[in-house]
């Protein structure tokens, strides 16, 4: 079974930096998409930046210019470095991850945990 693991939230001043991490753990599998999506309280879940398997990336505006998506296919883990970061990047960061396990073959679309990245002085 394909399994997410995220590290790296925490508290930071503005303008400060912060990097997640999210590993896939499992046997057998190939991960196509990995992306990093965001909620604030009291507000729906929105993308904040995808990448795909050939490092193709997409990023919501908000985050352009502050925030990099990077993955590492070895390792099958991806990083969302986050610079710059303001008061309203305050949000709990969800990891997803899609591509086929191989042995039965079925796709997945699996979530991390979440992690708590907080903006404030």
């Known amino acids: 079974q394909v399994q997410l693991v995220e590290s790296g939230g925490g508290l930071v001043q503005p303008g400060g930096s912060l990097r997640l991490s999210c590993a896939v753990s499992?046997?057998?599998?190939?991960?196509?998409?990995m992306g990093w999506y965001r909620q604030a309280p009291g507000k729906g879940r929105e993308l904040v930046a995808t990448?795909?398997?050939?490092?193709?990336?997409n990023a919501a505006d908000s985050v352009k210019g502050r925030f990099t998506i990077s993955r590492d296919n070895a390792q099958n883990t991806a990083y969302l470095q986050m610079n710059s970061l303001k008061p309203e990047d305050t949000a709990t960061y969800y990891c997803?991850?899609?591509?086929?396990?191989?042995?039965?073959?079925?796709?997945?679309?699996?979530w991390g945990q979440g992690s708590l990245v907080t903006v404030s002085s």
């Open positions: 499992g046997n057998n599998f190939r991960v196509d998409s």
């Open positions: 990448i795909t398997s050939a490092g193709t990336t």
């Open positions: 997803n991850a899609r591509g086929w396990e191989l042995a039965p073959i079925r796709s997945f679309d699996v």
